[in-house]
T-cell receptor, first 112, second 108 residues
Framework: ETGVTQSPTHLIKTRGQQVTLRCSSQSGHNTVSWYQQALGQGPQFIFQYYREEENGRGNFPPRFSGLQFPNYSSELNVNALELDDSALYLC???????????FGPGTRLTVT | KNEVEQSPQNLTAQEGEFITINCSYSVGISALHWLQQHPGGGIVSLFMLSSGKKKHGRLIATINIQEKHSSLHITASHPRDSAVYICAPVQGAQKLVFGQGTRLTINP
């Protein structure tokens, strides 16, 4: 059984660019949640996908969007990057919406 | 006021000491996670509990839903326990609300 994986590990982008981050769920999990963790802060909930549908969203603007694929892997897309988007982006998968979440190692995004 | 408050924010102790980290929350929840985050970012879920107490090795987590309070205890602490410990109540069916974390340092 493989764990949750994320790619890339690190990424540097410039302001105004677009970025796509990827997450592969743990085997058998149908729910993926995305979180943003700014330096020195606790993670903030971005959104959750359950069976390919968005199932809840935190206080993030529409330029943060996502997808979940039939194999339950997921993407986080951020358009028009801003300096404040620099953070560690974490995804977590779970067997179902209310079950324990298993976290990936994160993607560290730096926006210059 | 934050929805989730952890205390202490920083804790330094000697190897072998009994450690307690507290979490109070103001939102209605269905469950609560205790998470461990090491330098570099990786997060590990230690517990998810919705009532009572859970024990895993030297770790014990308790929750009192009525008082909106949870605690994480570490017995016989070890330097490898040094990490940030995060309390994350589950709001509704899906949203984790994270505390700021407690930075624990265990000295040999």
């Amino acid at each position: 059984e493989t764990g949750v994986t994320q790619s890339p590990t690190h990424l540097i982008k410039t302001r105004g660019q677009q970025v796509t981050l990827r997450c592969s769920s743990q085997s058998g999990h149908n729910t993926v949640s995305w979180y943003q963790q700014a330096l020195g802060q606790g993670p903030q909930f971005i959104f959750q996908y359950y069976r390919e549908e968005e199932n809840g969203r935190g206080n993030f603007p529409p330029r943060f969007s996502g997808l979940q694929f039939p194999n339950y892997s997921s993407e986080l897309n951020v358009n028009a990057l801003e300096l404040d988007d620099s953070a560690l982006y974490l995804c977590a998968s779970s067997f179902d919406r209310v079950y324990e979440q298993y976290f990936g190692p994160g993607t560290r995004l730096t926006v210059t | 006021k934050n929805e989730v408050e952890q205390s202490p924010q920083n804790l330094t102790a000697q190897e072998g000491e009994f450690i307690t980290i507290n979490c109070s929350y103001s939102v209605g929840i269905s469950a609560l996670h205790w998470l461990q985050q090491h330098p570099g970012g990786g997060i590990v879920s230690l517990f998810m509990l919705s009532s009572g107490k859970k024990k895993h090795g030297r770790l014990i987590a308790t929750i009192n839903i009525q008082e909106k309070h949870s605690s994480l205890h570490i017995t016989a602490s070890h330097p490898r326990d040094s990490a940030v410990y995060i309390c994350a109540p589950v709001q509704g069916a899906q949203k984790l609300v994270f505390g700021q974390g407690t930075r624990l340092t265990i000295n040999p």
